[in-house]
């Protein structure tokens, strides 16, 4: 049971030293961003793929790209919009290099003044991002995203049932998958199990786990808020769901223990 969760690697250390602690703890999924260094795209040199795809395949160990939330897809200004189809695209082509199974991307984010604009340019995004994946033969975890406050200027896309269906509506592929984030569901009214109820679990790609209190994102070690974890797995097992569980939050301490707990509610 417990090799079905995993983790988003640290930034601050080297991708190999996280896998290591993956493989001593039983973790069977590794998640890392490939943007700043030790783990930047241009640090991945021949030698260092063959020996990462050794340790994984070794160690059983799945590994996935986490891309940058903050890098707007649903940007359309001209030559930033390039820049954005050209990081997706090297961190599609990395994942594969890496022999990773998937890359995780996001709706991004609109202004309110120019919503429909952005809206277009993301599905758009969407359907060049996915043709990348099936050229590259690696998976596309679209993530529903965090709702900020209503009067916010900046809105991320999608964090609502009605924004998701959506894009999956928009673009169709064997190989676009949901990264359904519990806790960003916990802050809009359908809530995780409306989420759930709308798309079932066949669709899911990875189910990623922290808590939060309802009003706002703040990935808080689970306990700490109010989301009902009890209730969230087992409606995952009730639906059948058998796929990966990462843990996004706190320390490694305090990953291995919140594991333990889980995985004995998975088991019943």
Request: hydrophobic share 45%; proline share 4%; charged share 20%.
């Amino acid at each position: 049971m417990v090799s079905r969760f995993g983790f988003n690697a640290r930034r601050d250390v080297p991708l190999e030293d996280s896998l290591l602690w993956a493989a001593r703890h039983g973790f069977g999924f590794v998640d890392f961003q490939a943007d700043l260094p030790p783990n930047n795209v241009q640090s991945f040199d021949k030698g260092r793929v063959q020996a990462i795809r050794e340790f994984c395949e070794t160690h059983g160990i799945q590994l996935g790209i986490h891309t940058n939330s903050a890098v707007n897809n649903a940007e359309y200004v001209p030559l930033m919009s390039d820049a954005v189809d050209a990081y997706m695209n090297i961190n599609i082509k990395l994942a594969a290099t890496l022999g990773a199974v998937w890359v995780i991307t996001h709706g991004g984010y609109h202004f309110t003044s120019d919503a429909e604009q952005r809206w277009v340019a993301s599905l758009e995004r969407l359907k060049r991002v996915v043709g990348w994946g099936e050229d590259y033969g690696v998976f596309i975890f679209l993530e529903n995203h965090n709702k900020e406050p209503d009067d916010a200027e900046v809105h991320y896309i999608p964090s609502t049932v009605a924004e998701t269906a959506r894009f999956f509506a928009a673009v169709a592929s064997p190989l676009l998958r949901w990264s359904f984030n519990v806790a960003h569901a916990h802050l809009v009214p359908e809530g995780w199990a409306g989420f759930l109820d709308a798309f079932g679990v066949d669709g899911i790609g990875q189910v990623r786990l922290n808590d939060n209190r309802g009003d706002r994102e703040v990935h808080l070690v689970p306990g700490e808020g109010n989301i009902d974890f009890a209730a969230v797995l087992a409606k995952l097992r009730e639906k059948g769901y058998g796929g990966p569980l990462m843990l996004d939050f706190g320390t490694e301490e305090e990953k291995l223990i919140v594991r333990e707990r889980f995985a004995g509610m998975l088991s019943g």
